[in-house]
């Protein structure tokens, strides 16, 4: 695993080499987006394990190249509860997420032999490797320079395993025939994004 870092938005190098999938993960100054909180940190993986940390620019958040690739309907965008993500990415940088796979989603519909659905879970069963999530609440406005290798470590970690995550929730989804209600629910994330966005954060199916 290479990590690089960056700040503002990627060159349109970077953006060009992503070619089938991405995984994404983002780092924010906590849970309140938009009325208190900022995103902070954008982490991709690419498919040959390079880690990218992106630190957006938070007078104007322009970043034209990265927003290419988030719009590019042919780049699969990997994450684990993109209902947060998704928020996040397209009010501050002005976009529409394409083409998603979200690992956490994938869980609950088929791995329905446990209630453990965090990343850490998925990890561990997946790829047989314990992560730490302690580091995960921390200051992500330093300046990139400044995070520590521990604050990197923990920021790459949340990408790093989520291909192999989800070609293994994939397999399962398709050997139970769960794969279609799982894509109705990733077009349903659009919808879902705006009830966040327009205050409605209970589950308005339950009674
Ligand atoms: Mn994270």
Sequence with gaps: ???????????????SSFKNSIAIDTEATGLQIPERDKLS?????DEMENVFIIQPDK???KAPNLVSVLENDKILKIGHFLRFDKNALEYFLKCKLKNIFD?????KIVRTYTDMHGLKNL?????NKSIDKRQGSSDWNKDIDELSDKQLQYAANDVIYLHKIKDN?????????????????LEFLDTRVELDQKGFKEDIFEH
């Design 123 to 127: 990890v561990q069963e997946f790829c």
């Design 1 to 15: 695993m290479k990590i690089t870092k960056i700040k503002g938005d990627i060159t349109p190098e970077i953006a």
């Design 169 to 185: 929730l994939e397999k399962m989804l398709i050997r139970e025939k769960r794969i279609e209600i799982f894509n109705r629910c």
């Design 41 to 45: 940190l954008i982490q991709i993986c």
């Design 59 to 61: 007078s104007n958040y």
């Design 103 to 107: 690992t956490k989603i994938a869980s």
